[in-house]
C-alpha cells in the first residue's frame, strides 16, 4: 500500500470525525452524560490523529497524482496550503479534546465549559476540513471543478 492509498483512505476521517465528534460531544453536554462526553472526545482525538496522517501522506500522494494527464499544478498548490490551516485546527481540537477528556475523567469543575469549548473548535475544524476535502477532490474530479452549468447549444433545441 502506497502513501497515496493510505491518503486516500483516510483523508475522510478527520471530516466525519470532527462532525460526528462534535455532534456527540453536544448531545453528551444536553443531556450531561459523562460517557457520551467521553465517546466524544476519543472521537475528535481519532479524528486528529487521522488529519495528521492525512497531511503526512499528502506529498505522496502529490507524486503521484502531478504526473497524471489532466491534473492541474495549481489545484494541488491550492489544496496543499489550505490543508495545513486544517491540519493546524485539527491539532488544536486534539489537544483540547485531550484536556477535555482529562478533565472530564478526574471531575473537574471545569468540564462543562472545555466541553463547550471542543464542540466550537470541532465546528470551525470540520468546515476547515471539509474546504480542504472540497479542494483536494477538484484535483481529480474535475466534475466538481466546474462550478458553472454547461450551456445549451442553439443547435442542441432543434
Known amino acids: 500500500m502506497t502513501q497515496t492509498h493510505i491518503h486516500l483512505l483516510i483523508t475522510h476521517l478527520p471530516i466525519f470525525g470532527s462532525l460526528l465528534g462534535g455532534l456527540v460531544l453536544a448531545h453528551g453536554i444536553g443531556t450531561k452524560s459523562i460517557q457520551t462526553n467521553i465517546a466524544g472526545y476519543y472521537i475528535l482525538i481519532l479524528s486528529s490523529i487521522g488529519a ?56 473537574s469543575g471545569f468540564t462543562r465549559a472545555i466541553a463547550m469549548i471542543v464542540v466550537f473548535i470541532a465546528a470551525i475544524s470540520f468546515g476547515l476540513v471539509a474546504r480542504t476535502e472540497y479542494l483536494g477532490g477538484q484535483i481529480r474530479h474535475t466534475e466538481i471543478a466546474n462550478t458553472l452549468p454547461a450551456s445549451k447549444d442553439k443547435d442542441d433545441d432543434d
Open 52 to 107: 495528521g496522517i492525512s497531511y503526512l501522506t499528502g506529498e505522496g500522494a502529490e507524486e503521484t497524482v502531478e504526473k497524471l494527464p489532466g491534473v492541474i499544478e495549481s489545484s494541488i498548490k491550492q489544496h496543499e496550503e489550505f490543508a495545513l490551516f486544517a491540519l493546524i485546527s485539527l491539532i488544536i481540537l486534539g489537544v483540547a479534546a485531550l484536556v477535555g477528556l482529562v478533565l472530564t475523567i478526574i471531575q
